[in-house]
């Protein structure tokens, strides 16, 4: 029960962030969410990623010893016949499992 309160905390913050009609959050499955940000610059999309990070840590939510916090990946495509979806999926994901292999709380971008 307490794993889904944080988890419904975790979404507003992530709902929260999305400003523009085009952004999209959803939950991705497990504990992983997905924002979908449409005709958004690289910078633009860090932006938001850092103040996930940040609100996130604000809600200042124990777990054990420490704070919840949240690591993210941040992707950016321009599709195309050479990019996909699914690429786009795959380069989110990558910098995510970086983010969190260098220590979580963090945001990481697609290299």
Known sequence: MAGDEVLKQVAHVIQSSCNRSTDLAAR??????VVV??????????TVAER???????????HGSERVTISVGVATTVPNESHTPHDLI???DLALFRA??????RVVYQE
């Open 37 to 46: 940000m449409v005709d958004a610059s690289l910078v633009l999309t860090g």
């Open 52 to 62: 996930l990070v940040q609100s996130v840590r604000e809600l200042s939510i124990p």
């Open 28 to 33: 991705y499955g497990g504990e992983e969410f």
């Open 100 to 105: 969190k292999s260098e220590g979580r709380d």
């Open 90 to 92: 795959n380069a989110a």
